[in-house]
């Protein structure tokens, strides 16, 4: 069975960073990119950032660029997450995933990050 595994979240100050990273637990799989998604309490989860592995093209929200660093891992399968300048607002639980064709159909079961005002 397939799993991703997040670490890396916390509690932090504003202004602080974090540093998330995200692996594959279990057998290998073939994925075009991975990615993060966050989700705040009562809202609904939204898109943060994500790298295709063909190219290394990195995409962001608007709400984090130039601040988060999306990259890719030295192992396979691996991403991390590099979260400067962190604010309030980006408090949330968040959550690596896979992309397999053209579907995020492997998800983690998301790591905690407040941002303390």
């Known amino acids: 069975q397939v799993q991703l595994v997040e670490s890396g979240g916390g509690l932090v100050q504003a202004g602080g960073s974090l540093r998330l990273s995200c692996t594959v637990s279990?057998?290998?799989?073939?994925?075009?990119?991975m990615g993060w998604f966050r989700q705040a309490a009562g809202k609904e989860r939204e898109f943060v950032a994500s790298i295709r592995w063909i190219g290394r093209s990195r995409s962001y929200a608007d709400s984090v660029k130039g601040r988060f660093t999306v990259s890719g891992g030295n192992a396979p399968n691996t991403v991390h997450l590099q979260m400067n300048s962190l604010k309030p607002e980006d408090t949330a639980v968040y959550y690596c995933?896979?992309?397999?064709?053209?579907?995020?159909?492997?998800w983690g079961q998301g790591t905690q990050v407040t941002v303390s005002s």
């Open positions: 995933a896979a992309k397999v064709v053209a579907t995020w159909s492997v």
């Open positions: 279990g057998r290998t799989f073939s994925n075009n990119a």
